[in-house]
């Protein structure tokens, strides 16, 4: 079975903290993806990558980075984490559009 | 630019009984349309979805779409939900020459007993 694995279901971290979120695929997708939801807003795109050492700026990209070096695997960075960071993070990957997107379980953030 | 709009922030429905959500999209360009499903603390999974072809799509766990071009819609529906089916469900839509899948802000349904 196809499969997004996301290192952490929940993490508390402080405030200032650099964060790393990792997310790792097993089906050889060229694309990845980062969002994060929360609550009546949705899933908003984060940053999202078309090959390896590639990146682009979703809709939301300020205060996150992030770094992919092999096929497999794409990491979220949070700089400096702030409290309005705290939400779930949703990693995904797709060989393409008409395939859709296969997403990892989450990864719940807290900042205190 | 596209867009998605779910009409219904929250849908209650009785157990058994048939439930509609719906989903309103707006694209100048041909698009592929999704229905997600997102169980409790848990990442989002596909139910369904139309590339092209015949415009009623089935799906997983009874589900299914029917996709109105004139009327920019693609509505889920089951005839007979269980509370199994307590979710959150996302509509979602993609250019067909994009890889970025744009998402609606979900409808929660909630099954009565």
């Known amino acids: 079975d196809v499969k997004v694995t996301q290192s952490s279901r929940y993490l508390v971290k402080r405030t200032g903290e650099k964060v790393f979120l990792e997310c790792v695929q097993d089906?050889?997708?060229?694309?990845m993806f980062w969002y994060r939801q929360d609550p009546g807003l949705g899933l908003r795109l984060i940053y999202f990558?078309?090959?390896?050492?590639?990146?682009e700026k979703g809709d939301i990209p300020e205060g996150y980075s992030v770094s992919r070096e092999k096929k497999e695997r794409f990491s979220l960075i949070l700089e400096s984490a702030s409290t309005n960071q705290t939400s779930m993070y949703l990693c995904?990957?797709?060989?393409?559009?008409?395939?859709?997107?296969?997403f990892g379980s989450g990864t719940r953030l807290t900042v205190v | 630019a596209q867009s998605v709009t779910q009409l219904d922030s929250q849908v209650p429905v009785f157990e058994e009984a048939p439930v509609e959500l719906r989903c309103n999209y707006s694209?100048?360009?041909?698009?592929?349309l999704f229905w997600y499903v997102q169980y409790p603390n848990q990442g989002l999974q596909l139910l369904l979805k139309?590339?092209?072809?015949?415009?009623l799509v089935k799906g997983i766990n009874g589900f299914e779409a029917e996709f109105n071009k004139s009327q920019t819609s693609f509505h889920l529906r089951k005839p007979s939900v269980h509370i199994s089916d307590t979710a959150e469900y996302f509509c979602?839509?993609?250019?067909?020459?994009?890889?970025?899948?744009?998402f609606g802000k979900g409808t929660r349904l909630h099954i009565l007993p």
């Open positions: 995904a990957s797709s060989p393409g559009s008409n395939y859709g997107y296969t």
């Open positions: 089906m050889d997708h060229e694309n």
């Open positions: 694209s100048s360009v041909s698009v592929y």
């Open positions: 990558s078309y090959d390896v050492k590639m990146k």
């Open positions: 139309y590339l092209s072809g015949s415009t």
């Open positions: 979602a839509v993609t250019p067909n020459r994009d890889d970025k899948i744009i």
